[in-house]
């Protein structure tokens, strides 16, 4: 999650006084809490006949345990392969065929890496899994809740899923949304996880993709491995390779009946509808499912740094660096001053990183600050850069770290502080523009507090003083508290 | 008819328990309101001096966000000048006005908060603006300065020639971005959608071409605005006649569009870089916006890989297979001149000739058969029923109007779109696909550990050519 996105979450209520927008989104809200303990946000906008809606759960890659590790992330793909309606020519046959596949995909598991594993045994069973999913797929209906969607126009059909939470999306024509109360409640009540092994498979792909093959992808993985320690933000949401080959069916289940529960989510709903009768409806769907348990929260925390942390990546690309701090996630007051010291650090041309390493210097070519990577725990401020051909990391590096000084021993300027607060204020606005935008912001914020926080964040923010800054400059922008990533080819090494 | 089917299969297996399974449970069964829709309006003017400009209002939020076209672009780049009207866009943004620095701009639009970006694209260069509603009049007066006197300072200038090189110097990095200019160069040779920037090119980029691509193209007959947000139209031309009303239109240029190459037969090209992931891109000539068959090919490409997961494309590959986390084609439409057919997937080093065979495959089916009236009628209520969705913006709103004027679309393009798609029949789709898809013509780029599929590929029975990239 970026750093402006955190801010927004907090602050979109927070608007300049000329302006009674703060005022008419808090009276937009509608806030619903159904009696098995679902949370409903409503919002009618009729400036479009459209309707975006989305259902987060209080869970992700967090709330993994060691023998789990990215089933968050694989339950979020096996949710749309249907249901016991949905994506079958008959169930009751299937059903018998999935736990075949179940039993076989487990046995392979078990022995494909040990190394007295009989490789004729091994060969037997993979074609015995690969004869058995032929069979099922002839009973499959393929991607059912996409052609549904499709044919009545839904776009942006999606989910994602982060560290701290997993979120379902659709955006549907107007006339069409208790299609998605039918299909989600559907899908909460009834999903069965066909085509298991395969997609498996296809997150190994995605992996490869976005990590793998990739060296942004590749050095934010490492950074957070190398940052943490002990607390489970260390872990990549889509798993390590080694996860995604151990997960099975009925871990997947177990995630899925013990977590997917109203009294973890959150269903946002943003457009042209009439709040009374869709509350109605979300009930009729929503209601009759059984309250469940909160997510526990997170036992682990991380030690304090004390010392600094470097790490060299070997990627057929040109070199890379990110630098990282651990910092103190909301609600906590030096989260707020954390905002605008990366806002004056890194947004915009005028800001003091892009005038100092992209300009006056010339060291970098670009350069992002950003917070990740959740906001339930305390999480990293990470700086991001592209050295310029020819210019060693250890320039760039202390370039970076002469403008981190300068937080901690020069006051911000008023000025400085006001236009800082009038760009973030502004992104804000600009984020509230589409429906999705809104649903996605308000259903983020739920999921992680609760949203009527919300109010108290212009206070706060507005409360941060210069002083404020410089100390948490002081107390965090230290070299032991730091992690060093960079990445290059080996040869350049 | 689907729908039937569907009931007699759940008696079928529940027979016994028909209450298990009421046909009200499918999500699919329910019946809808019609939708209440009608085309925004959107206000057009021409002011006194030839530029025209397209508002829609819109007032909920205290923001108005500005989008000027102006003729020109990328295509008008000589062969030795590859990259110029990026390095002028880029120069144009950062580099100043007359009565403003370099500095002094930025200071002042960010102090506003105002976000300025200016881009160049094959036929326009596009600067947007979006400004706080109370700093509209001051935005425009900075606007009209920049475009009107760009002061193309030139430490600015020198900024953005590093930037270049520094962009040349990290063009391998991503294999996307490699395979993506492969497959240009590889299709359109020396036409400028295939050119790229060098090393050599850049260094000889100087202050003289930006004022002559700012003399040639920036006039007020020339400027294409659109505005949305919290302004009333009185106002707004009261400030652009304020601010332009004074520059005068002169004499137009005359495009001269340069004719792309014939289509080049089907050739392989493997780059080796050392990642374990191949990534897989394809592609020949296509069309532009002008060809009738326009619609029929939408229906024909959701259908192939252009539907996301109601595409076969994502069907055999990925969730049949899990061979991939995305493929898709699409068919990018020329504004003038007809752009490409592309097809786009990555899969693991050993399955790279699988994954390839399988779309070729899935090519060639849409020319030699018929697909499915299910498919067809899918693919055409999707694009049918979504359509609404161009409208749910305002800003999105207008500058689409803007476009459709600048490329001379039909009249009423838009308003006929949800018929064209429509009328397209099985037949049309089979036609299209035999008339547009060229199977023995893809260009076929293959970026990733070569070693592992070398030998493979040459069952694919096209020509092999190995791209050595430290040789560019």
């Known amino acids: 999650m970026s750093r402006l996105f955190i801010i927004a979450l907090f602050a979109f209520l927070w608007i300049t006084p000329e302006t009674i927008l703060a005022q008419t989104l808090a009276d937009k809200v509608q806030e619903y809490k159904l009696d098995n303990g679902a949370t409903v946000l409503l919002v009618e906008r009729h400036a479009s006949p459209t309707v975006a809606a989305y259902i987060s759960f209080r869970v992700g890659g967090v709330n993994e345990t060691s ?66 999913q032929a069979e099922h797929r002839k ?75 990739s060296p942004d992808g590749m050095m934010y993985e490492t950074l957070l491995a190398t940052a943490y320690k002990v607390h489970p933000y260390r872990n990549p949401i889509i798993g390590w390779n080694s996860d995604i080959d151990s997960l099975d069916p009925d871990q997947i289940r177990e995630f899925f009946d013990k977590y997917y529960t109203p009294v973890n989510m959150v269903i946002t709903l943003v457009g042209d509808f009439e709040s009374e009768a869709t ?14 348990v909160p997510v526990p929260p997170v036992v682990d925390r991380e030690p304090e740094q004390n010392g600094e942390r470097r790490v060299t990546i070997n990627f057929d ?33 005028t800001s003091r990183f892009y005038q100092s390493l992209v300009v006056d210097k010339q060291l970098v070519t670009d350069v992002n600050v950003f917070g990740a990577p959740g906001s339930r725990y305390d999480n990293l401020m990470v700086v991001s850069l592209t050295p310029r051909n020819g210019r060693s990391s250890a320039e760039v590096e202390a370039a970076v770290y002469a403008e981190l000084e300068r937080f901690r021993s020069e006051l ?64 965090y922008l230290q070299a032991d508290n730091r992690t060093v990533v960079t990445l290059m080819r080996e040869e350049q090494n | 008819m689907r729908y039937l089917f569907y009931l007699l299969v759940s008696l079928f297996i529940f027979g016994c328990s028909p209450n298990f399974l009421s046909s009200q449970e499918r999500p699919d069964q329910l019946s809808f309101p019609p939708l209440d829709f009608s085309f925004p309006e959107v206000a057009e003017q021409q002011l006194q001096n030839g530029m025209k400009l397209y508002l829609k209002e819109d007032n909920e939020l205290p923001l108005v966000e500005l989008t000027v076209l102006v003729e020109g672009g990328s295509l008008y780049d000589s062969p030795d000048k590859t990259g110029l009207s990026q390095f002028f866009a880029t120069t144009l943004s950062t580099g100043g006005s007359e009565n403003l620095s370099p500095a002094e701009l930025e200071a002042e639009l960010e102090a506003m908060a105002a976000i300025l970006t200016v881009s160049s694209s094959s036929y326009a260069y596009e600067i947007d603006l979006s400004l706080q509603r109370k700093d509209l009049e001051r935005g425009i007066e900075i606007l009209a300065d ?15 020639r590093n930037q270049m090189f520094e962009g040349i110097h990290r063009q391998n990095d991503n294999p996307g971005s490699i395979a993506g200019r492969i497959l240009s160069e590889a299709v359109y040779q020396s036409h400028p959608f295939g050119a790229y920037p060098t090393v050599a090119g850049v260094a000889g980029f100087s202050r003289e071409d930006l004022l002559e691509i700012h003399s040639r193209y920036f006039k007020p007959q020339n400027l294409w605005l659109a505005v949305s947000g919290d302004v009333h139209q009185g106002e707004l031309v009261r ?91 699409y068919f990018q439409v020329g504004r003038q001149l007809p752009e490409l057919f592309i097809a786009k997937s990555e899969t693991k080093s050993n399955s790279t000739v699988e994954v390839v065979s399988l779309m070729q495959q899935l090519i060639n089916q849409m020319r030699d058969e018929p697909v499915t009236v299910a498919e067809l009628d899918l693919a055409k209520k999707s694009l049918i029923n979504s359509f609404v969705f161009a409208f749910s913006d305002s800003h999105s709103v207008v500058s689409r109007k803007v476009r459709l004027d600048y490329y001379d679309y039909p009249e009423n393009y838009l308003e006929h779109y ?26 076929i780029v293959l970026v990733g550990d070569s070693d592992r599929y070398i030998d493979a590929v040459s069952s694919l029975g096209l020509p092999v050519e190995k791209v050595d990239l430290s040789l560019e």
């Open chain 1, 317 to 349: 690309a040109e070199p890379q660096l990110m630098i990282a701090y651990h910092k103190p996630t909301m609600p906590h007051r030096d989260d707020y001053a954390f905002d605008l010291l990366m806002q004056v650090l890194s947004e915009g041309r």
């Open chain 2, 418 to 443: 949800q018929q064209q798609i429509a009328a397209v029949s099985i037949a049309d789709v089979q036609r299209v696909a035999q008339q547009y898809l060229h199977p023995d013509k893809l260009q």
């Open chain 1, 139 to 213: 009973l499959v209906v393929k991607n059912e809740f996409s052609r549904i969607y499709g044919e009545n126009g839904g776009v942006g059909y999606n989910a994602y899923t982060s560290k701290d939470a997993t979120t379902y999306l659709i955006n549907l024509p107007a006339n069409k949304l208790e299609l998605w109360a039918a299909i989600e409640s559907d899908r909460l009540q009834n999903a069965v996880f066909r085509e298991f092994y395969t997609e498996r498979d296809v997150v190994h792909e995605e992996r490869r993709r976005s990590y793998e093959s």
């Open chain 1, 279 to 292: 509350l109605e409806m979300v009930k009729r769907y929503f209601g009759k499912l059984k309250p469940g």
């Open chain 1, 67 to 132: 023998q789990e590790r990215g089933v968050a992330h694989l339950l979020e793909h096996m949710l749309f392969k249907g249901t016991k309606t949905l994506g079958t020519k008959n169930y009751a046959v299937e059903k018998k065929l999935l736990q075949q596949i179940k039993t076989i995909g487990k046995e392979i598991d078990a022995l494909k890496f040990r190394a007295d594993t009989d490789p004729q045994r091994l060969q037997q069973l993979q074609e015995s899994l690969a004869q058995v």
């Open chain 2, 146 to 160: 920049l475009l009107r006197r760009p002061r193309f300072d030139a430490e600015r200038m020198e900024l953005v």
């Open chain 2, 239 to 329: 400030l652009l006649e304020q601010q332009f009303g004074d520059w005068q239109s002169s004499e137009s240029f005359l495009r001269e569009m340069p004719l792309e190459p014939p289509a080049p037969q089907g050739r392989i090209y493997l780059v080796d870089k050392d990642i374990p992931q191949t990534t897989i891109l394809m592609g020949h000539p296509g069309i532009n916006k002008d060809n009738p068959d326009l619609y029929a090919l939408q229906v024909a490409n959701y259908i192939l890989g252009g539907g996301g997961f109601n595409s076969r494309m994502m069907r055999e590959v990925r969730s049949n297979r899990g061979l991939a986390y995305s493929v898709y084609s």
């Open chain 1, 412 to 475: 911000l300027s008023p000025g400085e502080l006001e236009v800082a607060r009038n760009q973030i204020l502004t992104s804000i606005l600009r984020s509230l523009k589409g429906n999705s935008g809104l649903a996605r912001m308000l259903s983020s914020y739920q999921t992680l507090g609760d949203w009527h926080y919300l109010v108290e964040y212009e206070d706060q923010l507005n409360s941060i003083t210069p002083e404020d800054i410089m100390a948490v400059a002081k107390r």
